[in-house]
Structure formats: structure tokens, C-alpha cells
Nanobody
Framework: QVQLVESGGGLVQAGGSLRLSCAASRGIFTIFRINAMGWYRQAPGKQRELVAMITWGGSTNYADSVKGRFTISGDNAKNTVFLQMNNLKVEDTAVYYC???????????WGQGTQVTVSS
């Protein structure tokens, strides 16, 4: 059973920071050929969108709306990725989903989601 366990969501004022973590179950990368891991988000009434993804080679993809504010990093030894979110805006409010797949836009597994709410 593949598991992606997220933590770190919450309520923060605009301009503040949060750090999300996602730990993957052991074996996910070799058994399922997962090459990319990271975060998508979905706001009410909107489609799920890529926020930031990182490959095992270290390549990163960011949504234009978060570039310069969010940073994704990974700890390969612990099968964990982190999303440091700085200078948060009200429009960043969404459920953030950890994602893993063969490529940044080819997602095979999803976490349960964690709520991030940014107040004005």
C-alpha cells in the first residue's frame, strides 16, 4: 500500500510563512518507478493545479504564481519532500496535495490533502 503522509498546513496571515512536509512509504520509488514528487493544490471551485514538483535528478517545476516565494526541496534518504512557502497571499488558500509520479505532470499517487488558509 503506497502512502503519502502530509503535514504542516494551517492558518496564517498574509505575508506569513508555512512549511509543508510529505513522507512517502518505503519502496515507492523503486517498485513504482516514481521519479517526481511534490505538491498540487485545489481551491474551491477551481481545478487542481501544479504548485511545485522536484525530480530525483534535482530538477524543479513551479507554478508562475509561486515563483520567488515557494521553494521545494527533498531528502532522498527519508523519501520526504518539503515545501517552504513564504510571503503567502490570500490567493494561496487551498487544499494542498502531495503528489508522486513518473513525471511532474504524470501523477500516480496522491496524499490525503492538507488545508492552507491565508487570511488578509
Amino acid at each position: 500500500q503506497v502512502q503519502l503522509v502530509e503535514s504542516g498546513g494551517g492558518l496564517v496571515q498574509a505575508g506569513g510563512s508555512l512549511r509543508l512536509s510529505c513522507a512517502a512509504s518505503r519502496g515507492i520509488f523503486t517498485i513504482f518507478r516514481i521519479n517526481a514528487m511534490g505538491w498540487y493544490r485545489q481551491a474551491p471551485g477551481k481545478q487542481r493545479e501544479l504548485v511545485a514538483m522536484i525530480t530525483w535528478g534535482g530538477s524543479t517545476n513551479y507554478a508562475d504564481s509561486v515563483k520567488g516565494r515557494f521553494t521545494i526541496s527533498g531528502d532522498n534518504a527519508k523519501n520526504t519532500v518539503f515545501l517552504q512557502m513564504n510571503n503567502l497571499k490570500v490567493e494561496d488558500t487551498a487544499v494542498y496535495y502531495c503528489a508522486a509520479g513518473g513525471a511532474p505532470t504524470q501523477i500516480n499517487f496522491w496524499g490525503q490533502g492538507t488545508q492552507v488558509t491565508v487570511s488578509s
